[in-house]
Structures are given as C-alpha cells and as structure tokens.
Nanobody
Framework: QVQLVESGGGLVQAGGSLRLSCAAS????????MGWFRQAPGKEREFVAS????????RYADSTKGRFTISRDNARNTVSLQMNSLENADTAIYYC??????????????WGQGTQVTVSS
C-alpha cells in the first residue's frame, strides 16, 4: 500500500506560520495527486489544498486561498503545506491524502495519520 507520514504540526500564535510536510512511500508510484484535509473539533473533515504530481495543478479551499501554499518535492517524494497568517479557525488535525489522479483527490484513496495544528490567540 501507500504510506503517508505527516510532520510539522504544532502550536502557533494567530498570525504565525507553520509548514507541514507529507512523505509518501510504498506504492507511491500509484499516486499522482496529493493534498491536505483537516478536521477541527466537532467538525467534519474538509478539503484544504491539493496538487497534481504530473501537472502541478494546485487547488485551495476558499478559506485558505491566499494564506496557504501547497508544493511538491519530486526528489524526496513529499508534499508540503506552507500555512501563513494562521487563524484560530485553522486549528485542526491536518491529514495528508493521496489519490491516483487529481480528479479523485476529494475522495482520497490513502490517508496519513494526521498532525495536530493548534492556533492560539
């Protein structure tokens, strides 16, 4: 299978920044799209951002567009999420996800274990 391991979560003050990273291993050759989802306390999991490995096409949720940037590192087979101007509403467990194609990234085939991001006032 495909293994996804997130890192980079933590506690940050509002207005600060964090950079999350997700490393893919195993059958990573089957993955062409990766992205990030998040789940806040008492909320359903929601889409944050995605990127196509082959085309580099990026997509962002309206709530994060302009503040978050998703990027890829082909050499390390990783995807990162640079989060700037963090808000209290960004507090959530952030999950890395992967799919065979960007068209199916909203219903990912693979998930990471999640990393906690907490934004304090």
């Amino acid at each position: 299978q495909v293994q996804l391991v997130e890192s980079g979560g933590g506690l940050v003050q509002a207005g600060g920044s964090l950079r999350l990273s997700c490393a893919a291993s195993g059958r990573a050759f089957a993955v062409d799209a990766m992205g990030w989802f998040r789940q806040a306390p008492g909320k359903e999991r929601e889409f944050v951002a995605s990127i196509s490995w082959s085309a580099g096409t990026r997509r962002y949720a309206d709530s994060t567009k302009g503040r978050f940037t998703i990027s890829r590192d082909n050499a390390r087979n990783t995807v990162s999420l640079q989060m700037n101007s963090l808000e209290n509403a960004d507090t959530a467990i952030y999950y890395c996800a992967a799919a065979p194609d960007i068209a199916t990234i909203l219903a990912p085939a693979y998930w990471g274990q999640g990393t906690q991001v907490t934004v304090s006032s």
